[in-house]
């Protein structure tokens, strides 16, 4: 699986942004997904994550602000980020992970860069 993020940007403290992840490859539907993200000299944190089934999983920081969603039949990775405040600035990488028999399978995109300032 091969993953591509954006939609990052220069935003506002309260405003909105929608990231997006695209993949490629194969059994699309059988990873679950994420959203990570790295504040400079910080380590990388989970944001949210969605199973292959759907079931989401957020970040006590960021519950009642993002919301994670897929569209399967696209390959697509969505995250609405809304109310969004300057702690959340940082660089965005969407995730892909899954079990295969005795193999784990972890992929990453690229990253984007979410930057809340007045």
């Known amino acids: 699986v091969q993953l591509q993020a954006s939609g990052g940007g220069l935003v506002q403290p309260g405003g909105s942004l929608r990231l997006s992840c695209t993949a490629s490859?194969?059994?699309?539907?059988?990873?679950?997904l994420g959203w990570y993200r790295q504040a400079p000299g910080t380590q990388r944190d989970l944001v949210a994550t969605?199973?292959?089934?759907?079931?989401?999983n957020y970040a006590d920081s960021v519950k009642g602000r993002f919301t994670i969603s897929r569209d399967n039949a696209e390959k697509m990775l969505y995250l609405q980020m809304n109310s969004l405040k300057p702690e959340d600035t940082a660089v965005y990488y969407c995730n892909a992970q899954r079990w295969y028999g005795d193999r784990y399978y972890n992929y990453w995109g690229q990253g984007t860069q979410v930057t809340v300032s007045s």
């Open positions: 969605i199973t292959s089934g759907g079931r989401t």
């Open positions: 490859g194969s059994d699309f539907t059988t990873y679950a």
